[in-house]
């Protein structure tokens, strides 16, 4: 079965300044597929390529069988990428309930009718987003304007959930938590792309890992043999591989 992302040859970057250079990567259905890098390696710019956010100048990225490459971003929201970015990105002056039912945008434009029901999946997911669900997101703690992210755009019944440094910033405990519900997002089959700076988390969670460097992939694998492979233990892991 042909994976549900494939990425091939792609170029992208700002301008005249190309960030990425023949990146290629695949992930399967149901999969946890990581980049993980130094800062400035491009991961971000990846995710807004093939988010749509930023254009493609060469390349393919196919989509459940379809090249989407030259599609809108609204279009590739459709088609069931759902990208949730850095900076977060809510409504701060909305109650944390409107800002999930805006991340219903997509099954509401396709008539399902059920896609209200997506608060209670989110709810039983994030407990606490129920307890504050009619106070206002700029409010919110910073691991709860995580979850509300991440929450907002399970909203959208996405097909392919991308997280771009969801451990950003956050305490040790909030962070365990985060991995926690991806790992729960994966045994219920969400396909998700996650670019991290935490690489121990990252590999632990993940089935396959790339490791991207000044726009250029350098080593990829299973998630398990990056977290034993020397080279990522001495540059991203923070400890040297124990002698045998």
């Not at 990425?7 to 005249?16: F, N, P, T």
């Not at 971000?44 to 093939?50: E, G, P, R």
């Amino acid at each position: 079965m042909a994976p549900l992302l494939e990425v091939s040859d792609l170029h992208a970057g700002y301008g005249a300044a190309e960030v990425l250079r023949g990146i290629g990567l695949s992930a399967p259905q149901g999969s946890v597929i990581t980049v993980i890098g130094p800062n400035g390696a491009g991961k971000s710019t990846l995710l807004a390529a093939l988010m749509g956010v930023l254009p493609i100048t060469r390349g393919e990225v196919r989509f459940g069988g379809e090249d989407v490459a030259r599609l809108t971003l609204e279009e590739r929201v459709m088609a069931g990428l759902a990208l949730v970015p850095e900076k977060r990105e809510l409504f701060g002056t909305m109650s944390v309930e409107d800002n999930l039912l805006l991340g219903g945008w997509r099954p509401m434009r396709r008539r399902v009718r059920s896609w209200r029901d997506g608060l209670e999946r989110v709810y039983t997911l994030f407990p606490r987003l129920k307890e504050r669900r009619a106070q206002a997101a700029g409010t919110l703690s910073g691991g709860e304007r995580q979850m509300l992210a991440v929450g907002r755009a399970l909203m959208g019944q996405p097909r392919l959930l991308m997280l771009d440094e969801p451990s950003l910033g956050l305490a040790p405990l909030i962070v365990r938590d985060i991995f926690a519900t991806i790992r729960q997002l994966r045994g219920g089959g969400t396909t998700i792309l996650l670019v991290e700076q935490n690489a121990r988390a990252a590999l632990d969670v993940a089935d396959h890992g790339y490791v991207l460097e000044t726009g250029d992939l350098v080593l990829q694998g299973p998630a398990a043999d990056l977290a034993d492979d020397p080279r990522v233990i001495e540059t991203y892991l923070g400890a040297k591989k124990p002698a045998p």
